[in-house]
Nanobody, 130 residues
């Protein structure tokens, strides 16, 4: 059964780092995105990678600090979080696109919008203390 399971969240001091993992069993040919939702705020897309890993996108708020990668042999997508700040505190979710990327062109695209999501993981909490 296809599912997404996040891990790696935790409590870290300002300036610290974490590496989030998304076990994406059954989603090798899907674009994967990372989203986050802070208390009282809407869920937002922060990064995505195409199924091939050729395309990677970042929100301006995390560009230069977060790095997305994927290892399709391990069915895992990672999000390296560096330079964490208190405003990064949120529940972080990985999510798969609505459909398989079957063409070479599609395999080099990804989307960070909520409407692009077909399957959500359960989320992992990241808390950054000042």
């Amino acid at each position: 059964q296809s599912q997404l399971v996040e891990s790696g969240g935790g409590l870290v001091q300002s300036g610290g780092s974490l590496r989030l993992s998304c076990s994406a069993s059954g989603f090798t040919y899907y674009a994967i995105g990372w989203f986050r939702q802070a208390p009282g705020k809407e869920r937002e897309g922060i990064s995505c990678t195409s199924s091939s890993g050729a395309m990677k996108k970042y929100a301006d708020s995390v560009k230069g600090r977060f790095t997305i990668s994927r290892d399709n042999a391990k069915n895992t997508v990672y999000l390296q979080l560096n330079g964490l700040q208190p405003e990064d505190t949120a529940v972080y979710y990985c999510a798969a696109g609505r459909s398989k990327q079957t063409s070479l062109r599609a395999q080099s695209t990804c989307d960070m919008t909520l409407s692009s999501v077909g399957t959500w993981g359960q989320g992992t909490q990241v808390t950054v203390s000042s």
